[in-house]
C-alpha cells in the first residue's frame, strides 16, 4: 500500500506570493492533517480535514487555508507569503474516522514540501 | 490546553537503554500519549501511543504513571539507527484546539 504523497518536495517562492502545497493520503484514510515544522518552533499543526470538512484548526493566520476533495485529497494554500512561512510542510493521514481528535489516532506522515520564501 | 515538555537532547551509546520522559501537567481525561520518530527530511514515524499504565510493542514501552502528568519512552538496546528526534504528543479532545507536538528529544546514540 503506498503512502502518504506530498507535492511537490521542494519550492522556492518570493514575499507575498502564495502556493498551494498537495497530500494524497493513504487508500482508505479520510482524515489528512497539516503541519508546520521549522527549526525553532518544531511541528505544529495547521489543520485538519475529515470528509471534505475542516475538523480541527490550529492558531495560524487566515493566509493559511485548506480543503479536501471527495477523494480525500487535501491541499493547502498560504497566500501573501512571508520570510517566516519557510518551513518543512508535513501532511499526515489517519483511518479511525470515528476518533473526535487528531491526536489520539494514529497518524501516517508524507515526506513534506520544504518551502523556502526569499 | 495540554503542553508537553521534554529534554533537548539525550546521549547513549549502542546496546543500552534510553528513557526519555516528557512532562504534560494539564493533560485532559480523554488524552491518548502518543510518540513519534523523525529523521533529516522525513516525517514523522509512529512509535507507539498509549493512555495509561503500560503499553509494550515490538519497538518500544510506554510507561505512564496514575497521575498522567508525564510519560516515558522506553528504547531497549538502541543501535546507531535510532538516532533521531523523539517527539510526545498529547491529544486535546476540544471542539477548537491548538494541537502541537513536543519541542522534541534529539537522541543521539553513539558506538
Known amino acids: 500500500k503506498a503512502g502518504v504523497t506530498q507535492t511537490p518536495r521542494y519550492l522556492i517562492k518570493t514575499r507575498g506570493q502564495q502556493v498551494t502545497l498537495s497530500c494524497s493520503p493513504i487508500?482508505?484514510?479520510?482524515?489528512v492533517s497539516w503541519y508546520q515544522q521549522t527549526p525553532g518552533q518544531g511541528l505544529q499543526f495547521l489543520f485538519e480535514?475529515?470528509?471534505?470538512?475542516?475538523?480541527n484548526k490550529g492558531n495560524f493566520p487566515g493566509r493559511f487555508s485548506g480543503r479536501q476533495f471527495s477523494n480525500s485529497r487535501s491541499e493547502m494554500n498560504v497566500s501573501t507569503l512571508e520570510l517566516g512561512d519557510s518551513a518543512l510542510y508535513l501532511c499526515?493521514?489517519?483511518?479511525?474516522?470515528?476518533?473526535?481528535?487528531?491526536?489520539?489516532?494514529?497518524?501516517?506522515f508524507g515526506p513534506g514540501t520544504r518551502l523556502t520564501v526569499l | 490546553l495540554a503542553k508537553t515538555t521534554q529534554p533537548i537532547s539525550m546521549d547513549s551509546y549502542e546496546g543500552q537503554e534510553v528513557n526519555i520522559t516528557c512532562s504534560h501537567n494539564?493533560?485532559?481525561?480523554?488524552?491518548?500519549i502518543t510518540w513519534y520518530q523523525q529523521f533529516p527530511s522525513q516525517g514523522p514515524r509512529f512509535i507507539i501511543q498509549?493512555?495509561?499504565t503500560k503499553v509494550t510493542n515490538e519497538v518500544a514501552s510506554l510507561f505512564i504513571p496514575a497521575d498522567r502528568k508525564s510519560s516515558t519512552l522506553s528504547l531497549p538496546r538502541v543501535s546507531l539507527s535510532d538516532t533521531a528526534v523523539y517527539y510526545c504528543?498529547?491529544?486535546?479532545?476540544?471542539?477548537?484546539?491548538?494541537?502541537?507536538f513536543g519541542k522534541g528529544t534529539m537522541l543521539l546514540v553513539s558506538p
Open positions: 499526515a493521514s489517519s483511518l479511525e474516522a470515528q476518533r473526535e481528535m487528531v491526536g489520539t489516532d494514529t497518524q501516517y
Open positions: 487508500s482508505g484514510h479520510r482524515s
Open positions: 480535514y475529515f470528509s471534505e470538512t475542516q475538523r
Open positions: 494539564n493533560i485532559a481525561t480523554n488524552d491518548y
Open positions: 498509549g493512555y495509561k
Open positions: 504528543l498529547v491529544g486535546v479532545l476540544s471542539g477548537y484546539s491548538t494541537l502541537t
